[in-house]
């Protein structure tokens, strides 16, 4: 909504750079305490996916973390109790009762799934990288990504209940829509057993798994890259109808794709597709 | 609705046989063309459909494509870019308003999405073959069938982004709700990347893979025997329940469930079934 | 509603031990008949599960047959033909008029729903081990379990149409949910084909397999134990908003985990277990 | 679909007339039996509303029945009876079992509401005029209609209940949606009890009440021609998105409306509408 | 479900009479207390309108509360205090953490709106009578049931805000959708504000108001005599549709009605209905 | 999210007060221009609902239009001209294809309902007091506010098909489920002819009309004193699930409020509301 000259100017906990044309490489930025989340950093992360939601020059976005142990340990569980973010997480709230604690904690929850919500929003495709541990909130945002590509050495666990909750950012919601085995799913929620990276592209979790954390994000950014070589409409109009698609029933969608592409196939991008695919060229796009 | 005494006497471009009693098979018959949809083609797949849905003689149905290319090109580029199908995929229309122009779009893919989904609302079971290229078009045809068998030689592409449009005959739609991995999808769907046989069986995009296309075949008009033995209520209740299921919650479909079986328990298939059980012989069972 | 001092004092068809603490086994006990149903057991498996769900000392629960066989090998035809249990399934129903058989029917299909669904409703996890025959309603039975493991020697198959009828207990109703792929759905649904343990979990319908049945239950046992040793807050919050999320867009999904942990993450779980995190000792957590 | 250079030519139930530029008058024809209907009859009304929604020469639809004793009686009973529409309603089937004679039942009920809906489906705004007899198949078809007036001599009845059976091409599913009183909405359909103008008025069903059929004709004809001078896209627009939105949530509605009217806001119809105001003229839009 | 030889010979705190053939009355019998509601109360209400509904005599229900006062004070506070019923309403709850007793609590009101429910889910048409003071539950009550009348004396008040609580019975959720105007139910939800017979008339939220409560039970009569003169298959399926209607969009209650009349409509009542109009006889149906 | 300090000092187009403890009255300033809406304004309409909705001073908010002549008089369409905001109503976009200003506008329609919508979230209830002309998007704002007064010489017009368009910030998606009649509502919708207080209150639109523009504002405020000296905790639950209600089926609605209510029952307000009716004095709840 508000996006500045310079939306990307103050990042503090994300680090931005666009390793091809069209493509921005996102990365969480706290490897010391391998990339746990605090209420700044998801703020934060939410304010870069909407901007680059709308930003013209990106059209696809790759998300890793930082640091060679690991995408992201979960919640900072430190600054969170700190933070009084576990809600009344200790108890004798002293002057505030359970219904008002309780209104206070839901506006908290609401307020962080909407950032992390952002990726999931965000207009362009995210390709998220995992590498190492890979625990909690970065399940969460993980299943937010369209496309999950593993490292060989990821050690995934939907960690929330070891500490006392149930996980309330969007695991519990998403991870049933994205892998086929609901007996597979709610075993790992139940359990909060780690799994790796084969068994994750076994059940569909990632698409891919690649030896080397170098070698992920070459393969993320070529995969960026080829995303962003497609007009940017018909990109743009896969990733809505998809999202549209998960939530609503078929005949839903196939009235709501008819209104969409009843604009978007008066693109000139279906001329300079054809075009390029005759002359063998590689199509150019304008700017969305 | 109007299924005259002769409704597939005038078939152009589908060829219709019976390889066993109560077994339809559908071809695609436009094998130098790569069996490339245009509209008539279409417009006639509806009608074969709709018609074998209330052909009391039919019970199974099998879809493949003629020649040894493929089951399907996707759609014919070209017819569509004459016949102006891809809206005003040129853009400068003329005298026709964007609005306008859209209106008269939204028709139109409603009207092709209509005629490939009476595969999906046919009351028979239809069992897709799928061979050689199978492109963009293909990919929403065979969604729209209840069980996918591909020959080795197998290549897939949901085709659309590369020719600068968002899919809209339903593959977007329906492919999420076919397999189970929602990262597998999107990077298909995004890319436009062709996979073959066995990555659609891994992903469960089809239950089989055959050697040849004869043997598919073979296997194809089997299976659809089978299914053409059981009691003609209980394979049409079957697909008529697991069709609501996709789109409804479990309550709602256990309520429409138990409506529909309080009529369809009083069949005689369930006597004639259970008898020719204890008397190990093969059960008839009357039309529907 | 009505759990008396000793809810499980009567079982006739079950039998209720409790191999660890919090872990409840339920046993279907009519091996001699394998382990077939009748209305009476029926009811009774949704008594033990309504009081099962209530019961503070149990956390978690493992639902396995009696003897070498099979876990279930379905409705017990014989008994359900002279209880009339198929409706009309003779037709020349007498008295009764065609709308009147059907009112019956519905609600005869309406009880035996809600019964086997009190596994789905039971606040606590239910794994289901599943070894040789387990046949129609033991399908039903089992997609509404959260977690199914197999022996090796399980034989499935969805036997309803081999009966001349549509399944109606919930297997078409849940199964397409359950497992990711569509095709293999209904292939096995519309044909009655039998598969085995491996099958099963390539589609993601069970998530292990285990050599015996021993093995099998040590295995359920050892789970349901992992599972009864976390925050019962926790695990019961996992389940419903899991249950929730099947049957609602993720949107709608989010607001009612928003809602669901505003009062949960009340609990003292979340300290005790931070606690026992770093003080590395076993949480122990009050009752529920 | 199948729209033939003259769609109107061979009517033989309906009279269609244009009473003023752009407004269409659809005449229910066969007066003598009180304009009750029988099966080639509402197939004719399917066809005429489908050819109606797609004619750019009409904007506004008025519909009404011949003769001065009433809209609509209902079903022709005594041709049902004979075509054996209302199904075995004498039972005693013959060769059919109750569950094939469901089967062609439940196709025939659905092809009912199917031509019914038409109404309801068609782009321009339907104006129904209601008088003097209007029960049974007349609230089906009203209820269809966007706006209602009443004839201050209209007798309306919800009448299905009189003649054994569930009102099922509509009236049911409709009724609740378009007044306001759940409670009155069950006491007519419940005891099929006739009712008037002004009651219609009172509870919302119908919008205005006129004293005689002329004059009801011309408020009709009054309302479709001003609603015919409206930009098309604009009322085009505003029918679909109240459609959408009474079967949608409200999120769901605005998501479609802004991808709707992404495409629709470049109409020039808002200039011309605009420039109009300004001028004190009549705005002249294109067709659509 | 256990319905005994006499599912109604233990009632304390309801009366039941059957004053005309096929109609029952039922009384809420604690006139002392204003027939205000607790625990024991409302579970004797569930169970005899899960009674009523499967009762082959029974074909309408009248609802009225006994004594001159009023038909129903709301609940029993000083009942639901003690016994903890308004959960943890004082707080401090010794011993239980505010998630347990937010379990406890859930639970208990789930229970207390099953109850409640049963008189929607009854299968045969409910009519309430209200009179006097109808407060708080009569409000939930009252909404449950088909039809409405009241007393010209009834003084309303959807009191829960007025004790603290949004109520949770079903007020707020079916209030919207029994009467139309939104602002009104907003209006007397959010003040508690008393509205009287008249306003309730006017708003739709009864459908008739009656001088004294003695013409009230003559009108509420009367009218379930009339219904119970109807075939019973068409008013059950009647209040079935109407009951789906709610909740559901118009295609998939046309789907739902087109099968449950596909069983229906081969009721003997089709013809007996269509011959005593021709003879002009009071039809006499068989029992449902 | 980001409430500041003082999160109301800069508003330049609203006023904002307090006219009573706990009530804040919101009053659209540009009377000169007859309080016509600019982007700027609703941007700043949705922040100050924003901030009002977490403000724990204020329990209740009317809104108002400033001057003598209207509430508002809809878009300032001279503006959104300049601005490009009606899209490219102008066509003849120069450089931007169809299909990119398709995407350009639908961002901009969906910030626009996003602004106006904050009303509707806003947690708490909010009075409009409709006067003079109340155009276009004044009801769309009006739709979003709980409770509707008008003053009686209140003129109203669902104005968008005046201009070529359809409505597309809320009235086609809330007034149908506003008001009870949609025979009035699509009339109204379609024709954009004015209608008055009292034709507005008859259908339901608004619930009470006054007689000049000072009584209204003094029942306005008078309605939102008494809703603010009720329990916090009650109104936001009641509002909240009323909101809810709106877009879920009863089943829906009833287990969200079991959940919401087993953590807003442990409010200290049940206690102070009882304690307070017993003593006969007016309750104090403590901050929300």
Redesign the interface.
């Given at each position: 909504?508000d996006s500045p000259a310079e939306p990307y100017a103050s990042l503090r906990y994300f680090v931005l750079s666009h390793p091809s044309p069209h493509v921005a490489h996102v990365e969480i930025n706290r490897a010391d305490k391998l990339n746990a989340f605090h209420e700044a950093m998801w703020l934060e992360m939410g304010s870069v996916f909407r901007a680059l939601s709308?930003d013209p020059e990106v059209r696809a976005v790759v998300l890793s973390g930082r640091g060679g142990k690991g995408f992201c340990a979960g919640l900072d569980?430190k600054a969170a109790?700190e933070g009084d973010m576990?809600?009344?997480?200790?108890?004798g709230k002293g002057k505030m009762?359970?219904?008002?604690?309780?209104?206070k904690?839901?506006?908290h929850?609401?307020?962080f799934?909407g950032s992390v919500?952002e990726i999931e929003r965000c207009d362009k495709?995210v390709i998220a990288l995992l590498h190492g541990i890979s625990f909690g909130l970065a399940i969460d945002i993980a299943c937010c990504a369209?496309?999950?590509l593993a490292v060989a050495d990821a050690k995934f666990s939907v960690k929330?209940?070891?500490?006392?909750?149930?996980?309330?950012i969007?695991s519990?919601?998403?991870l049933?829509?994205?892998?086929?085995?609901?007996?597979?799913?709610?075993?790992v929620?139940?359990?909060?057993?780690i799994f790796g990276a084969e068994e994750a592209q076994r059940?569909?979790?990632?698409?891919r798994v690649c030896e080397t954390k170098e070698k992920g994000l070459e393969a993320a950014t070529a995969?960026a890259g080829?995303?962003s070589e497609?007009?940017p409409?018909?990109?743009?109009?896969?990733?809505?109808?998809?999202k549209h698609?998960?939530?609503?029933?078929?005949?839903?969608?196939?009235?709501?794709?008819?209104?969409?592409?009843?604009?978007?196939?008066?693109?000139?991008?279906?001329?300079?597709?054809?075009l390029s695919?005759i002359q063998k060229k590689k199509?150019r796009?304008?700017?969305?």
């Open positions: 909504m709308h569980v109790a576990l809600g009344s997480s200790g108890g009762d359970a219904a008002r604690t309780s209104q904690l839901r506006r929850i609401g307020e799934q919500g495709p369209d496309i999950r929330e209940v070891d500490i006392g909750l149930a996980a309330d969007g519990l919601a998403r049933p829509k994205v892998v086929g085995s609901s007996s597979w799913v709610r075993e929620c139940l359990t909060a057993r059940v569909g979790f990632v698409s995969l080829l995303i497609k007009s409409v018909a990109v743009m109009g896969t990733k809505e109808i998809l698609s998960r939530d609503h029933s078929v005949d839903d969608n196939l009235r709501y794709t008819s209104v969409w592409n009843s604009a978007m196939l008066q693109s000139s991008d279906v001329q300079v597709a054809l695919g199509p796009f304008e700017k969305l």
